[in-house]
T-cell receptor
Framework: RKEVEQDPGPFNVPEGATVAFNCTYSNSASQSFFWYRQDCRKEPKLLMS???SGNEDGRFTAQLNRASQYISLLIRDSKLSDSATYLC?????????FGAGTTVTVRA | AAGVIQSPRHLIKEKRETATLKCYPI?????VYWYQQGPGQDPQFLISFYEKMQSDKGSIPDRFSAQQFSDYHSELNMSSLELGDSALYFC??????????FGSGTRLTVV
């Protein structure tokens, strides 16, 4: 079983829609959680860290549920530029574990 | 702001050759990570270094080795290259738990 599992996607949504997806992790001792965005053939870039109390950054909201060991990402009022693969990343000790990514395509 | 620098950006090697990838972390970052991302796959952790010492090891083949030098740059050495080694190799660095910065990657093609 992979350490980090994500909704497979792809999610195809119209501009302005809300899209949300989850990620589960298997290591209960995981320490930090992040959402990264990866555009085709480019390096992952940090979208936001995920805090226990949940956090929001503009149109993006992240939630962490330690009891059920999952994190979520919600994108409101989606833009064409939000089209990307979103990687769930979990940190334990000295390594980061990645999910397989959720592909989001926003159409006009 | 300075980012993580990787070189070369692209590399083409033949089977059984060797390759050396370099990573220059953000200044004052004390941890370096190496990841391999095959086509259509998520990044796979290879190895990490903290303060120039190996801190964790993932799915790194025995044909690969890595080290971090006194100036904190790191090198990934790959020998007896195989076609399946063709991938994007990312280096990331960090200093705190607030996030990790990735380099632009080295695209290795083994022919």
């Amino acid at each position: 079983r992979k350490e980090v599992e994500q909704d497979p996607g792809p999610f195809n949504v119209p501009e302005g829609a809300t899209v949300a997806f989850n990620c589960t992790y298997s290591n209960s001792a995981s320490q930090s959680f992040f959402w990264y965005r990866q555009d085709c053939r480019k390096e992952p870039k940090l979208l936001m860290s995920v805090y226990s109390s949940g956090n929001e950054d503009g149109r993006f909201t992240a939630q962490l549920n330690r009891a059920s060991q999952y994190i979520s990402l919600l994108i409101r009022d989606s833009k064409l530029s939000d089209s990307a693969t979103y990687l769930c990343v979990v940190r334990g000790d000295y390594k980061l574990s990645f999910g397989a990514g959720t592909t989001v395509t926003v159409r006009a | 702001a300075a980012g993580v620098i990787q070189s070369p950006r692209h590399l083409i090697k033949e089977k059984r050759e060797t390759a050396t990838l370099k990573c220059y972390p953000i200044p004052r970052h004390d941890t370096v990570y190496w990841y391999q991302q095959g086509p259509g796959q998520d990044p796979q952790f290879l190895i990490s270094f903290y303060e120039k010492m190996q801190s964790d090891k993932g799915s790194i083949p025995d044909r690969f080795s890595a080290q971090q030098f006194s100036d904190y740059h790191s090198e990934l050495n790959m020998s007896s290259l195989e076609l399946g080694d063709s991938a994007l190799y990312f280096c990331a660095s960090s200093a705190t738990t607030s996030g990790y910065t990735f380099g632009s990657g080295t695209r290795l093609t083994v022919v």
